[in-house]
């Protein structure tokens, strides 16, 4: 079984959002977590230093971890706004250049979901910004409608990684179908709005669910853990992540890019 790591670059800077509900609500978030135990003190404070330093991002903190394992994953910027996602796309520029710089693959982290107009829009910037001519996306949020993965394969994507599900990639048209698996928010949460699980049940809940991607066959398992989360702010978050990597290594699966895995599933 091949593994494709990947990362939504959903925040930049904090005063991004100095006119929606994000800033106060992770403030209550922090809060609700130390009084409940599942931060520390120190961890609380760190969190609160970065709202003040305006760091909000963690891309070239997870480009270096990444490449000391000697993996290379894909990141997912914003080039439009909603849905709490609002940085201007001049500040998604520079660490475009550098993901790519670095060698590791970039696609569109997308906002419209709903029109094939809105949906090319989306396509053409990210593909004037990047120079590049071959690229995926995956939905903010994984948004999606009936219609969402015919308007994106027609706009010319080459891959989607917005479905989630226990299946193998599978083409639409001509655009290759990448499920989702496993994602941080899901194994820190579970099906709350704030941390969930310690560490130890976060390692057995994914040693689960990587367990059931063996017995279903799969190919390919699409794991996403977002880059904010690189963090000594978000201990159990980086934790988890610097294990999951250790721990795959280990089980020998191999780290591959959606156009590696395409080249691999086109043979």
């Excluded at 969402?148 to 891959?159: A, D, Q």
């Excluded at 000594?232 to 191999?254: A, C, G, M, R, V």
Aim: hydrophobic share 40%; proline share 2%; aromatic share 16%.
């Amino acid at each position: 079984m091949k593994v494709i790591i990947s990362h939504d670059v959903d925040h930049i800077s904090v005063w991004e959002h100095t006119k929606d509900l994000i800033l106060p609500k992770f403030i209550v978030r922090a809060k609700l977590e130390l009084l409940s135990g599942k931060i520390s003190l120190s961890e609380f404070f760190n969190r609160m230093g970065d709202f003040f330093q305006n760091q909000w991002h963690r891309v070239p903190e997870v480009i270096a971890a990444n490449k000391a394992e000697g993996i290379k994953s894909t990141f997912f910027f914003g080039v439009n706004n909603g849905v709490g996602l609002n940085y201007p796309v001049e500040f998604a520029i520079p660490w475009i250049n550098h993901a790519i710089e670095e060698g590791f693959e970039v696609g569109v982290h997308g906002i419209d979901f709903d029109s094939l107009e809105k949906v090319k829009k989306e396509y053409s910037i990210f593909k004037e910004l990047s120079a590049l001519n071959s690229f995926g996306i995956r939905m903010h949020y994984l948004r999606q409608n009936e219609h969402t993965f015919n308007y994106m394969e027609k706009s010319g994507y080459r891959f989607d990684a917005s479905e989630q599900g226990y299946k193998n990639p599978y083409l639409i048209g001509k655009m290759w179908e990448f499920p989702l698996q496993i994602m941080d928010g899901w194994v820190v949460n579970g099906e709350k709005r704030y941390q969930f699980r310690n560490l130890e049940q976060c390692k057995d809940y994914t040693k689960e669910k990587i367990d059931k991607a063996i017995n279903e066959d799969l190919k390919v398992l699409s794991i996403l853990f977002h880059d904010r989360y690189f963090s000594s702010s978000f201990k159990t978050w980086k934790n988890w992540y610097e294990w999951l990597l250790i721990y795959l290594k280990d089980q020998k699966f191999e780290f591959v890019t959606h156009e590696q895995a395409i080249v691999e599933l086109e043979k």
